[in-house]
């Protein structure tokens, strides 16, 4: 199955991906959305990228890196807590770097990787939590077909307080 979407494509992350995903991984306007709270050795990212070699089936996640038809990695999408016994997965998408966004990378990548949930994990749900505030990922995941299934009160912190995370839930 080739991962291409109408405008990017989706690929395994390799080694080389190492330097870049260590900019986006220790960005702090990321960390919110990622729920990390520590920047990344660049061994801790190896690591994780020979981790992925494994495969989801033993990793338990897969990162895709999404590319632009350019062919520069314009950011991720994960599925994480990959669940093979219930069939669902959790799925993040980030597309960084201002000039990258808004430009359709997102959704794009988020079809294509729900086909291959579908059709060669056979899943049946996809996942997600979002911050209550974060307009563009709700919007992001409302149009391609989740619906808001709970809502976890005052789950993030931020410099301005508390934010409630939203779930949502795909079901195929």
Not at 122 to 145: I, K, M, P, T, Y
Request: with cysteine.
């Amino acid at each position: 199955m080739l991962l291409q979407g109408k405008i990017c494509r989706l690929r395994a992350v390799e080694p080389d991906d190492a330097r870049t995903m260590y900019e986006w991984e220790n960005d702090p306007d990321v960390w919110r959305v990622s729920g990390t709270t520590a920047p990344y050795s660049l061994d801790a990212l190896l690591a994780f990228i020979a981790e992925q070699q494994r495969g989801i089936y033993a990793s338990g996640g897969l990162r895709l890196i999404i590319v632009a038809p350019q062919g520069e990695a314009v950011g991720a999408v994960d599925l994480f807590d990959f669940d093979p016994v219930n069939l669902r997965a959790g799925v993040g998408v980030l597309v960084y770097g201002g000039e990258n966004r808004r430009r359709g990378y997102a959704s794009d990548a988020l079809a294509v990787v729900e086909e291959y949930a579908r059709e060669v994990l056979h899943l049946h749900q996809l996942w997600c939590g979002v911050g209550a505030d974060n307009e563009a990922s709700l919007a992001l995941f409302e149009r391609a077909g989740y619906e808001i299934s709970g809502r976890r009160r005052d789950w993030q912190r931020t410099s301005d307080g508390f934010v409630d995370e939203v779930v949502m839930q795909k079901i195929f």
